[in-house]
């Protein structure tokens, strides 16, 4: 399933695949698999990529990469989601 999320937080913070792919340190295509819904970023990379895109909230995290804990009912802090 294609992450046009991901696509859309990134044309919106101005930035080219190439771009985000090179400030994480990752290769052009392994973002464009990210982008493509083929593959699903490690936990660091998907916190690197949304720094690069300027995403701040737990809660913008997780509408574009799922859950970023084992158990995606709870926050980083350990609180529950509703």
């Known amino acids: 399933m294609k992450n ?6 990134r044309e919106k913070a101005g930035l080219t695949q190439v771009k ?4 994480v340190g990752i290769t052009e295509v ?3 698999n990210y982008e493509s819904g083929e593959r699903i ?3 660091d990379i998907a916190i690197l990529i949304a720094d ?5 909230s737990y809660k913008r995290f ?5 859950a970023a804990t084992p158990d ?5 802090d350990g609180n529950q989601t509703k």
Not at 72 to 76: G, L
């Open 4 to 9: 046009t999320k991901l696509k859309n937080a």
């Open 20 to 23: 985000v792919a090179n400030h």
């Open 30 to 32: 392994s973002y464009q």
């Open 41 to 43: 970023p490690r936990a």
């Open 52 to 56: 690069t895109l300027g995403i701040k």
């Open 62 to 66: 997780k509408e574009l990469f799922g």
């Open 72 to 76: 995606n009912t709870k926050e980083p």
